[in-house]
């Protein structure tokens, strides 16, 4: 029987893994790829690519299809598996807090795949302060643990002598995976496949309790047009618990044109998308963070300024 190479990417939140399914979506040569993502929203999918979407399923003109994840990694499999013989490759973008060497086994219960290996990307301006954290600590040293290749990424914000230091510190962390390193996720895609150990057990390995990282979530939602200096305001008062903030927006100074958010850490990043065409014009924010995280009540009051008309 046909067996599918099955792909995990992973890597703590912020650390480049959607830009990296971004490339592979625009490079896939004459591999097609079934993509199973946490958000279509912030895959960055080329509109001249889309050929169908099926509410869950985007086709792509290539002969790639993406395929959300909803509230079951495992149902999004079965969907993608019903499609195998349209398919080369199974590659899934495994959310930050997650142990991508664990959803890796599925395909040592699958008898339709084949595990293909686990890549791993580190932000190099944070990985050590992550993996030092007390609440994701354990979660960061796990990914890279699990990791076939790490993809030291971001090296252009830290200098060279910190680079090189931060690749000896992961090194001494794996168990032997070769360490990449990039900008902006740029890395040849054959470097991410065919990373499975020669031998690889066929079995998956006893089961393990692994506790989840308590990561909290807010989340804003308006169909009112945003104010983009108060949300940037308000973004840049948040506390170091805030992990990650992600976001597509309308602003007010730019109704028509959907406005794309990020923001790992200090840094935040904010670019112009597509318009909004037919979609429902509504704004959505989500923030994740630690448990010292500000409560809802405070973080509604910090953003409230730029949902406020009169500020527009």
Known sequence: MRRLPFTVIGGFLGAGKTTLLNRLLRTTGDRRFAVLVNDFGAVDIDSRLVVAHGGETISLANGCICCSIGDSLVMALVRVLEKADTIDHVVVEASGVADPA????????????ERDGVVVLADASSVRDRAADRYVGDTVQRQIDGADLLILNKIDLVTPAQSAEIAAWLQSRTA???????????????????????????????????????????????????????????LGALPTSVLRAKGILRFADSPRQRS??????????VRSDAPWGIAALRSDLVLLGTPDMPDDAELNRLFESALTPAAQ
């Open 260 to 269: 794309v958010v990020h923001m790992v850490g200090p840094r935040i990043d």
């Open 102 to 113: 664990r959803i890796a086994e599925l395909a040592m219960i699958e008898p339709m795949l």
């Open 176 to 234: 032997g995976a070769r360490i990449v390193p990039a900008i902006h996720a740029d890395v040849p895609v054959e470097a991410l496949f065919g990373l499975a150990p020669t031998g690889a057990a066929d079995t998956p390995a006893p089961a393990e309790t692994v506790q989840a990282p308590p990561i909290r979530r807010w989340s804003l939602a308006t169909n009112s047009p945003v104010h983009r200096a108060a949300l940037l305001e308000a």
